[in-house]
């Protein structure tokens, strides 16, 4: 026991003398750039043997000169912030190991930088392998070793675009086999998914002709061969051959989400590449006239998505509810990754902003993954679709694309098109925008990149009015009423332009930060000079409407526009209309519900069993966020729809408090709101490592919180007052308590924390 404890303590005094070498080492936001597929099957094969690889494979290759490079910084002590790292680069790996950096030996580079390091050396060359490591010195005066050896190769044109993993494919058997009559059986995968189905059949005489049946939803115990909405069924004849053989059902390509630019922005849907083929969502399979029993095996769901972590993030609260809410919202983020680019389900497949957004964010906390979010944003620049705030939320992508990686080469690639997507062109005499005059015209469209006809405003989906392009119904926007000066468009607006005022100031474009930060000032003046109703102490809609809608509230709310002494009132409004919004317009209602400390009745819509809720897509048997609450509501609607999946953003983000405060969670603020919840933990993945946080919550009595912080991080960590009598110690020590409104906040580095106040 002696030799154990001595040896124990010898290997500590080891780690913290010479430090844990780095790890997770990402190339333009890929980590795994040394992993090749074939058709979408993770090989054996290593980056060193492609040109001897006689198969088509696919990797995700580099496409830039001067490739940006990080890291995570790991230690066993606290409070630890890199002081500087050496990167060496090498054309072979024999030779990285011998310390032989031909390519490149940055030096030791005296940097806190472990998430974007842009690469110096000899110029990069098309269709190369190279190899690199990185070992770092802490505020410690500890010195890693060198990291393991990472290789990516280069695209054949170094155009500077976005690399990203190719579709990956995971095979999956049933969770349910089962006969239902004589010649047919059911088959449960479990959980819908994007893909292709292999099935195993036996045919004695090879005369025999089976029928098989796929669909997202059962009734009765079959497959439901009539659904509603456009929950997907679809069947198909196989003749069997003689003996016992593997068949691939291929799928066929469906008009409404192949067919080029039939919609209204005259954008392209995107289309599966060739190495994967027409995939098709599914949970459920029957195979009619087959006398054989069925194995497990026998059957094989093909799933196709982009690169995913399934232990990446975890979640688990006191609230039965909204764990289940938690874990359809988590799956949702992969399952609908299948295109490798944000879409709006498999209706249309076209890559909207307003889905981009809510994925972008969910994605972020449910994955250490950049680069579908960043190619997605990217696509949409230059692909823009029609409603008005859409084109404004791209500039809230491009934040939020900063903030999580503290990479700015896209902003930098793309400063010009984003100031375009301001839509200052637009600016009226009032100083609000509109798009009821003639300057919304081809002109304007142009440098947009918006080849429709005309962008007009949306406020929330469906519209007053619209469902399917058939049936009237009140739509999803509370009745809201379109006026010249639209309340939602202006609310973007203003934070559009305070946005790019902080891009700007990233970029270092001062004259551009001091503008666009003076034209928000006034556009919140205006704003709440003409739209806000004193008497009834809410915004209206728009300029000539008397109607006050929930939307034209909860997004002031949400961007921090609406003054401290009206606050109050706009909240009351806001909760009297309850969820009367759609899906979407539930991640800017949540937000702005915390941003006013309303944690209990936030959490009251996340765990809900309403109708409108995220349990009810649960209840009606979806296993995939939908497009809408409830057919209902959009009789169109897709099962398979991540602008459904607010919750994998919200509960971190609100719940939890978890944000980064400077640009790749340099540093970061954990402002948890628990409302009613007694317990819960987190796990979230950064771009500098895992920050884990847990709490047990005994409301104005107890409260006791455990963080880990991770190494070159910092954290502001903000804990709830409690009554008039209470003692504040972290990590057992007693604290000085410094008081905000509601909270107490302090200031830490990496390492685990306990927080208690009693």
């Not at 999956?172 to 893909?195: L, M, N, Q, R």
């Not at 599966?272 to 949970?283: L, Q």
């Not at 896209?410 to 300057?439: C, R, V």
């Not at 006026?483 to 607006?493: G, I, K, L, P």
Request: net charge neutral.
């Amino acid at each position: 026991m002696r030799f154990f404890t001595v040896s124990l303590l010898m290997h500590w005094f080891v780690l913290l003398s010479y430090g844990q070498a780095p790890s997770n080492l990402t190339t333009d936001l890929i980590e795994h750039t040394d992993r090749i597929f074939l058709d979408g099957h993770a090989t054996t094969t290593h980056l060193s043997e492609v040109k001897t690889v006689i198969e088509r494979y696919q990797i995700a290759r580099i496409r830039k000169a001067q490739p940006c490079l990080g890291w995570v910084v790991n230690s066993e002590r606290t409070n630890t912030l890199q002081t500087a790292y050496q990167i060496m680069m090498a054309s072979s790996k024999s030779k990285l190991e011998l310390n032989d950096a031909d390519i490149w030996d940055s030096g030791k580079v005296q940097s806190d930088n472990s998430v974007a390091v842009k690469y110096s050396g000899i110029p990069l060359q098309p269709l190369k392998v190279y190899y690199w490591k990185v070992k770092v010195w802490d505020n410690h005066d500890v010195e890693s070793p060198f990291s393991d050896i990472k290789a990516f190769m280069t695209n054949s044109d170094l155009d500077g675009g976005t690399s990203r993993y190719p579709l990956q494919i995971t095979d999956e058997v049933p969770t349910e086999v089962s006969s239902i009559g004589k010649k047919c059986t059911f088959i449960d995968f479990g959980k819908a998914a994007f893909g292709k189905l292999k099935v195993t059949l036996t045919s004695e005489h090879g005369k025999d002709t089976v029928t098989i049946r796929l669909g997202e939803h059962k009734r009765n115990g079959r497959v439901d061969r009539k659904p509603e909405a456009t929950i997907r069924y679809t069947e198909y004849r196989l003749p069997l051959f003689a003996g016992v053989h593997t068949y691939t059902i291929k799928f066929r390509p469906d008009k409404r989400n192949t067919k080029r630019q039939q919609n209204e922005s005259k954008v392209d849907p995107i289309f599966m590449p060739d190495y994967i083929g027409e995939v098709y969502p599914f949970r459920y399979c029957e195979i009619d006239n087959y006398s054989y029993k069925l194995a497990e095996k026998d059957a094989v769901r093909q799933n196709v998505h982009y690169f995913f972590n399934d232990f990446a993030s975890s979640f688990h609260s006191s609230d039965s509810i909204l764990n289940q809410v938690w874990h359809l919202c988590k799956y949702s983020i992969k399952a609908t990754s299948f295109c490798g680019i944000y879409v709006d389900g498999d209706r249309e497949r076209i890559a909207y902003e307003a889905d981009a957004l809510i994925n972008q964010l969910g994605h972020y906390y449910v994955d250490r993954e950049f680069s579908m979010a960043r190619h997605t944003h990217e696509h949409l620049l230059h692909n823009s679709t029609w409603p008005t705030e859409w084109h404004l939320q791209s500039i809230l992508i491009a934040w939020n694309d900063y903030m999580y990686t503290g990479n700015k080469a896209s902003l930098e690639q793309h400063y010009t098109l984003l100031k375009a997507k301001t839509l200052l062109a637009l600016k009226e005499s009032n100083g609000l925008i509109s798009t009821w005059t003639q300057k919304n015209r081809k002109e304007f469209h142009q440098t947009i990149n918006f080849r429709g006809d005309s962008i007009r405003d949306i406020v929330d989906w469906p519209q007053k009015g619209y469902v399917g392009g058939e049936k009237k119904e009140a739509g999803e926007a509370d009745g809201y009423e379109m006026t010249r000066y639209n309340t939602v468009v202006n609310a973007f607006y203003y934070e559009a332009l305070r946005l790019m005022s902080l891009i700007a100031e990233a970029l270092g474009e001062v004259s551009d930060r001091e503008y666009y930060s003076m034209e928000a000032g006034k556009v919140k003046i205006q704003f709440n000079r003409l739209f806000f109703d004193k008497k009834r102490g809410c915004y209206k809609d728009g300029l000539d409407t008397e109607h006050c809608s929930l939307h034209a509230n909860m997004f002031p709310l949400a961007f921090g526009m609406v003054e401290e002494k009206y606050t109050e009132s706009v909240v009351d409004f806001i909760m009297s209309r309850r969820m009367a919004c759609s899906v979407y317009g539930s991640q800017f209602l949540l937000d702005a519900l915390y941003n006013a400390y309303k944690d209990e009745y936030g959490l009251q819509l996340l765990a809900s069993t309403n109708e409108r809720s995220w349990y009810n897509m649960i209840r009606m048997g979806s296993t995939i966020t939908s497009e809408a609450w409830d057919n209902k509501y959009k009789p169109n609607q897709d099962w398979n729809h991540a602008w459904g999946a607010t919750p994998a953003n919200l509960i971190p983000r609100k719940i939890f408090g978890i944000e980064p405060i400077e640009a790749g969670s340099r540093k970061i603020r954990i402002k948890p709101q628990p409302g009613f919840l007694r317990e819960a933990s987190i796990v979230v993945p950064t771009i500098r490592g895992n920050i884990k946080v847990s709490f047990e919550n005994v409301p104005q009595k107890s409260y006791l919180m455990k963080v880990t912080i991770p190494a070159n991080s910092e954290a502001e960590v903000w804990v709830p007052v409690l009554g008039r009598k209470y003692q504040l110690y972290v990590d057992g020590i007693k604290r000085r308590k410094e008081i905000f409104g509601q909270f107490m906040k302090l200031t830490m580095g990496s390492g685990v924390h306990m927080i208690e106040v009693k």
